[in-house]
Protein backbone atom coordinates (compact mmCIF):
# COMPACT_ATOMS: atom_id res chain seq x y z
CA UNK A 1 0.00 0.00 0.00
CA UNK A 2 1.41 3.50 -0.80
CA UNK A 3 2.24 6.03 1.92
CA UNK A 4 0.48 9.39 1.67
CA UNK A 5 3.24 12.03 1.64
CA UNK A 6 3.23 14.07 4.67
CA UNK A 7 1.72 17.67 3.60
CA UNK A 8 2.49 21.03 4.59
CA UNK A 9 1.66 22.16 7.89
CA UNK A 10 -1.25 25.19 7.74
CA UNK A 11 1.04 28.22 6.91
CA UNK A 12 -0.66 30.79 9.57
CA UNK A 13 1.29 28.51 12.32
CA UNK A 14 4.74 29.44 10.22
CA UNK A 15 4.34 32.79 10.13
CA UNK A 16 3.86 32.56 15.12
CA UNK A 17 7.22 29.89 14.83
CA UNK A 18 9.44 32.45 12.51
CA UNK A 19 8.11 35.26 14.97
CA UNK A 20 9.10 32.99 18.28
CA UNK A 21 12.21 31.88 16.36
CA UNK A 22 13.80 35.06 15.69
CA UNK A 23 12.69 36.38 18.85
CA UNK A 24 13.34 33.16 21.31
CA UNK A 25 10.47 34.49 23.11
CA UNK A 26 6.71 33.64 22.97
CA UNK A 27 5.94 36.96 24.22
CA UNK A 28 7.54 39.37 22.11
CA UNK A 29 6.02 37.07 18.95
CA UNK A 30 2.76 38.19 20.53
CA UNK A 31 3.66 41.70 20.26
CA UNK A 32 5.06 42.03 17.38
CA UNK A 33 1.58 39.99 15.48
CA UNK A 34 -0.47 41.45 17.86
CA UNK A 35 -1.88 38.24 19.59
CA UNK A 36 -1.95 36.92 22.96
CA UNK A 37 0.97 34.75 24.14
CA UNK A 38 -0.64 31.80 24.86
CA UNK A 39 -2.24 31.97 20.84
CA UNK A 40 1.80 31.99 20.07
CA UNK A 41 2.36 28.72 22.16
CA UNK A 42 -0.41 27.30 21.47
CA UNK A 43 0.70 28.03 17.37
CA UNK A 44 4.04 26.96 18.01
CA UNK A 45 2.66 23.43 19.70
CA UNK A 46 0.28 22.96 16.92
CA UNK A 47 3.15 22.92 14.40
CA UNK A 48 5.42 20.61 16.74
CA UNK A 49 2.30 18.14 16.68
CA UNK A 50 1.77 18.11 12.96
CA UNK A 51 5.30 17.87 11.89
CA UNK A 52 5.72 15.19 14.55
CA UNK A 53 9.07 16.93 16.79
CA UNK A 54 10.00 19.07 18.71
CA UNK A 55 11.07 22.79 17.67
CA UNK A 56 11.87 24.51 20.92
CA UNK A 57 13.49 23.88 24.30
CA UNK A 58 11.31 25.73 26.77
CA UNK A 59 13.65 25.96 30.04
CA UNK A 60 12.87 28.32 33.01
CA UNK A 61 12.74 31.70 31.64
CA UNK A 62 14.64 30.71 28.47
CA UNK A 63 13.97 29.63 25.36
CA UNK A 64 15.86 27.66 22.87
CA UNK A 65 15.70 26.17 19.13
CA UNK A 66 16.60 22.24 18.75
CA UNK A 67 18.12 21.52 15.73
CA UNK A 68 15.15 20.76 13.81
CA UNK A 69 13.78 24.03 14.72
CA UNK A 70 16.96 25.70 13.19
CA UNK A 71 16.32 24.11 9.94
CA UNK A 72 12.88 25.10 9.90
CA UNK A 73 13.60 28.84 11.36
CA UNK A 74 15.95 29.26 8.63
CA UNK A 75 13.85 27.71 6.00
CA UNK A 76 10.72 29.70 6.80
CA UNK A 77 12.60 32.94 7.74
CA UNK A 78 13.57 32.59 4.17
CA UNK A 79 11.06 32.03 2.13
CA UNK A 80 9.20 34.70 3.93
CA UNK A 81 11.74 37.25 3.15
CA UNK A 82 11.15 36.20 -0.22
CA UNK A 83 7.56 36.95 -0.54
CA UNK A 84 7.91 40.29 1.55
CA UNK A 85 10.46 41.31 -1.44
CA UNK A 86 7.76 39.71 -4.16
CA UNK A 87 4.37 41.77 -2.58
CA UNK A 88 6.95 44.75 -2.68
CA UNK A 89 8.30 44.58 -5.39
CA UNK A 90 4.66 44.12 -7.05
CA UNK A 91 2.95 46.98 -4.82
CA UNK A 92 6.26 49.30 -5.72
CA UNK A 93 6.46 49.39 -1.99
CA UNK A 94 10.59 48.30 -1.43
CA UNK A 95 11.54 46.94 1.66
CA UNK A 96 13.94 47.97 3.70
CA UNK A 97 15.63 44.89 5.24
CA UNK A 98 19.01 43.17 5.83
CA UNK A 99 19.09 39.71 6.98
CA UNK A 100 22.74 39.59 9.42
CA UNK A 101 24.05 35.80 10.36
CA UNK A 102 26.49 35.41 13.41
CA UNK A 103 27.05 32.71 16.11
CA UNK A 104 23.85 31.66 18.45
CA UNK A 105 26.10 32.82 21.41
CA UNK A 106 26.74 36.56 19.72
CA UNK A 107 23.56 36.60 18.95
CA UNK A 108 21.88 35.66 22.25
CA UNK A 109 24.21 37.30 24.30
CA UNK A 110 25.52 40.32 22.67
CA UNK A 111 23.45 41.79 19.27
CA UNK A 112 19.76 40.91 20.30
CA UNK A 113 19.64 42.51 23.30
CA UNK A 114 20.92 45.39 21.47
CA UNK A 115 18.49 45.71 18.79
CA UNK A 116 15.88 47.54 20.06
CA UNK A 117 18.54 50.73 20.47
CA UNK A 118 19.33 50.30 16.35
CA UNK A 119 14.74 49.95 16.07
CA UNK A 120 14.79 53.42 17.78
CA UNK A 121 17.73 54.88 15.29
CA UNK A 122 16.06 53.17 12.28
CA UNK A 123 12.32 52.32 12.98
CA UNK A 124 12.22 51.53 8.81
CA UNK A 125 14.71 49.12 9.20
CA UNK A 126 13.95 45.61 9.23
CA UNK A 127 16.49 42.95 10.85
CA UNK A 128 16.37 39.00 10.41
CA UNK A 129 18.95 37.78 12.48
CA UNK A 130 20.34 33.93 11.03
CA UNK A 131 22.05 32.59 13.86
CA UNK A 132 24.06 29.40 13.34
CA UNK A 133 27.12 27.70 14.40
CA UNK A 134 28.10 26.76 10.89
CA UNK A 135 29.45 29.69 8.47
CA UNK A 136 26.68 30.61 5.73
CA UNK A 137 28.06 32.00 2.06
CA UNK A 138 26.68 35.21 1.95
CA UNK A 139 25.70 35.08 -1.27
CA UNK A 140 24.18 31.50 -1.81
CA UNK A 141 21.98 32.18 1.59
CA UNK A 142 20.98 35.51 0.95
CA UNK A 143 23.17 37.41 3.77
CA UNK A 144 23.79 40.80 3.68
CA UNK A 145 25.95 41.09 6.77
CA UNK A 146 28.08 38.45 8.83
CA UNK A 147 29.59 38.89 12.30
CA UNK A 148 31.85 35.77 12.35
CA UNK A 149 34.46 34.94 15.46
CA UNK A 150 38.08 34.07 14.28
CA UNK A 151 41.11 34.42 15.11
CA UNK A 152 43.01 37.92 13.12
CA UNK A 153 45.08 35.75 10.40
CA UNK A 154 41.45 34.44 9.14
CA UNK A 155 39.92 37.10 8.61
CA UNK A 156 38.15 38.15 5.60
CA UNK A 157 39.67 40.25 3.48
CA UNK A 158 37.90 44.16 4.07
CA UNK A 159 36.36 42.47 7.43
CA UNK A 160 36.05 45.11 10.04
CA UNK A 161 37.43 43.97 14.10
CA UNK A 162 34.62 44.63 16.76
CA UNK A 163 36.46 43.65 19.40
CA UNK A 164 38.32 41.07 21.25
CA UNK A 165 37.14 38.70 23.91
CA UNK A 166 38.53 37.71 27.61
CA UNK A 167 37.50 35.27 29.88
CA UNK A 168 36.84 35.80 33.31
CA UNK A 169 34.95 33.23 36.50
CA UNK A 170 31.69 34.61 36.90
CA UNK A 171 28.55 33.50 39.39
CA UNK A 172 25.63 34.56 41.35
CA UNK A 173 25.45 36.94 43.87
CA UNK A 174 24.18 34.81 46.31
CA UNK A 175 27.67 32.48 46.26
CA UNK A 176 29.34 34.98 47.12
CA UNK A 177 27.05 35.24 50.80
CA UNK A 178 28.54 31.63 51.32
CA UNK A 179 30.20 32.38 54.32
CA UNK A 180 30.92 28.59 54.91
CA UNK A 181 32.55 28.79 51.22
CA UNK A 182 34.40 32.11 50.32
CA UNK A 183 35.17 33.04 46.58
CA UNK A 184 37.83 35.47 47.44
CA UNK A 185 41.12 33.73 45.23
CA UNK A 186 40.76 31.22 42.21
CA UNK A 187 41.98 28.28 45.36
CA UNK A 188 38.66 28.76 46.97
CA UNK A 189 37.31 27.12 43.69
CA UNK A 190 37.86 23.78 45.36
CA UNK A 191 34.95 24.32 47.61
CA UNK A 192 32.58 25.15 44.43
CA UNK A 193 30.94 23.29 41.39
CA UNK A 194 32.62 24.29 38.28
CA UNK A 195 30.22 24.83 34.88
CA UNK A 196 31.72 23.36 31.88
CA UNK A 197 31.21 24.49 28.15
CA UNK A 198 31.15 20.84 26.12
CA UNK A 199 29.21 21.72 23.05
CA UNK A 200 28.33 18.34 21.03
CA UNK A 201 30.65 19.55 17.78
CA UNK A 202 34.03 19.84 19.05
CA UNK A 203 34.86 22.20 16.44
CA UNK A 204 33.25 25.00 18.37
CA UNK A 205 35.13 24.56 21.46
CA UNK A 206 37.37 26.63 22.44
CA UNK A 207 40.58 25.89 24.11
CA UNK A 208 40.57 29.00 26.40
CA UNK A 209 36.65 28.56 27.49
CA UNK A 210 38.05 25.48 29.07
CA UNK A 211 38.60 25.20 32.89
CA UNK A 212 42.01 23.45 33.21
CA UNK A 213 43.48 25.97 30.76
CA UNK A 214 42.39 28.86 32.91
CA UNK A 215 43.33 27.19 36.23
CA UNK A 216 46.70 26.22 34.64
CA UNK A 217 47.04 30.23 33.55
CA UNK A 218 46.08 31.00 37.60
CA UNK A 219 49.15 28.32 38.87
CA UNK A 220 46.53 25.47 39.84
CA UNK A 221 46.90 23.04 37.28
CA UNK A 222 45.75 20.24 40.04
CA UNK A 223 42.93 22.14 41.44
CA UNK A 224 40.23 19.40 41.72
CA UNK A 225 36.96 21.41 42.69
CA UNK A 226 33.67 20.38 44.40
CA UNK A 227 32.02 18.96 41.54
CA UNK A 228 31.53 19.82 37.59
CA UNK A 229 28.60 20.18 35.30
CA UNK A 230 28.85 20.35 31.77
CA UNK A 231 26.44 21.64 28.99
CA UNK A 232 26.51 21.64 25.11
CA UNK A 233 25.09 25.26 24.72
CA UNK A 234 26.75 28.46 26.21
CA UNK A 235 23.59 29.92 26.82
CA UNK A 236 22.48 26.92 28.60
CA UNK A 237 25.64 27.05 31.05
CA UNK A 238 25.20 31.10 31.70
CA UNK A 239 21.75 30.27 32.51
CA UNK A 240 22.86 27.72 35.08
CA UNK A 241 25.34 30.08 36.65
CA UNK A 242 22.62 32.52 36.85
CA UNK A 243 20.65 30.14 38.66
CA UNK A 244 23.75 29.80 41.70
CA UNK A 245 24.47 26.50 40.78
CA UNK A 246 28.18 26.89 40.29
CA UNK A 247 31.02 29.17 38.64
CA UNK A 248 30.85 29.75 34.92
CA UNK A 249 33.63 30.97 32.74
CA UNK A 250 31.91 34.32 31.55
CA UNK A 251 32.80 35.95 28.23
CA UNK A 252 33.63 39.80 28.11
CA UNK A 253 31.80 42.12 26.76
CA UNK A 254 29.34 39.29 25.82
CA UNK A 255 28.20 39.24 29.36
CA UNK A 256 28.46 42.73 30.18
CA UNK A 257 24.20 42.53 30.39
CA UNK A 258 24.32 40.10 33.08
CA UNK A 259 26.88 42.54 34.82
CA UNK A 260 25.15 45.35 34.34
CA UNK A 261 22.22 43.74 35.37
CA UNK A 262 23.66 42.13 38.28
CA UNK A 263 22.54 38.92 38.11
CA UNK A 264 26.04 37.82 37.60
CA UNK A 265 29.34 38.98 39.29
CA UNK A 266 32.88 38.24 38.79
CA UNK A 267 34.19 37.21 42.28
CA UNK A 268 38.06 37.61 41.07
CA UNK A 269 37.52 41.07 39.71
CA UNK A 270 39.45 43.43 41.84
CA UNK A 271 42.48 40.71 40.93
CA UNK A 272 41.77 41.20 37.50
CA UNK A 273 45.04 43.20 36.61
CA UNK A 274 46.96 40.59 38.26
CA UNK A 275 45.83 38.11 35.69
CA UNK A 276 42.35 36.93 36.89
CA UNK A 277 41.28 36.97 32.97
CA UNK A 278 43.01 35.58 30.01
CA UNK A 279 42.22 36.22 26.89
CA UNK A 280 41.38 34.71 23.60
CA UNK A 281 43.59 34.50 20.36
CA UNK A 282 40.05 35.61 18.24
CA UNK A 283 37.90 38.42 17.97
CA UNK A 284 34.20 39.17 16.73
CA UNK A 285 34.94 41.33 12.74
CA UNK A 286 32.02 42.06 10.06
CA UNK A 287 31.67 41.19 6.36
CA UNK A 288 29.40 42.56 4.24
CA UNK A 289 27.77 40.58 1.30
CA UNK A 290 29.58 42.65 -2.21
CA UNK A 291 25.87 43.10 -3.62
CA UNK A 292 24.76 44.38 -0.47
CA UNK A 293 27.19 47.09 0.62
CA UNK A 294 26.79 50.27 -0.98
CA UNK A 295 23.08 49.86 0.27
CA UNK A 296 22.35 52.75 3.13
CA UNK A 297 20.49 50.05 5.19
CA UNK A 298 23.47 48.05 5.31
CA UNK A 299 25.71 51.07 6.14
CA UNK A 300 23.91 52.06 8.70
CA UNK A 301 24.02 48.83 10.48
CA UNK A 302 27.61 48.52 9.99
CA UNK A 303 28.07 52.10 11.39
CA UNK A 304 25.62 51.33 14.20
CA UNK A 305 27.79 47.88 15.17
CA UNK A 306 31.13 49.74 15.07
CA UNK A 307 29.86 52.10 17.54
CA UNK A 308 28.24 49.38 19.79
CA UNK A 309 31.85 47.92 19.99
CA UNK A 310 33.61 51.39 20.51
CA UNK A 311 31.14 51.75 23.71
CA UNK A 312 31.59 48.82 25.22
CA UNK A 313 28.64 49.38 27.29
CA UNK A 314 25.73 47.02 28.13
CA UNK A 315 22.32 46.97 26.58
CA UNK A 316 20.13 48.93 29.55
CA UNK A 317 23.06 51.64 28.99
CA UNK A 318 22.29 51.30 24.93
CA UNK A 319 18.68 51.84 25.33
CA UNK A 320 18.61 54.68 27.24
CA UNK A 321 21.01 56.71 24.86
CA UNK A 322 19.08 59.51 23.32
CA UNK A 323 18.31 58.74 19.87
CA UNK A 324 20.94 60.16 17.38
CA UNK A 325 19.24 61.76 13.76
CA UNK A 326 18.66 59.00 11.09
CA UNK A 327 21.31 59.03 7.84
Known amino acids: MQKHRRDLPPLDLLRGFEAAARHLSFTKAAEELFLTQSAISRQVQALEEALGVPLFQRRHRALLLTDAGQVLQQLVARQLKELREAVARITEEPVRMLTVTTLVTFASLWLIPRLAHFRRLHPGIDVRIAAANEILDLERDRVDVAIRYVAPERAPPGALKLFGEEVVPMCAPALLKDKARPLREPADLVRHVLLHDDPENSRYQAQYLQWDIWLQSMGLPQLEPAGSVRFSHYDQMIQA???????????????????????????????????????????????????????????????????????????????ARAPASNP
Open 241 to 319: AVNGEGVALGRLPLMSQQIEDGSLVAPFEKARGRGRATKSTRAYYVLTAPAAFARPEVKAFIDWLVEEAKQGIAPEASA
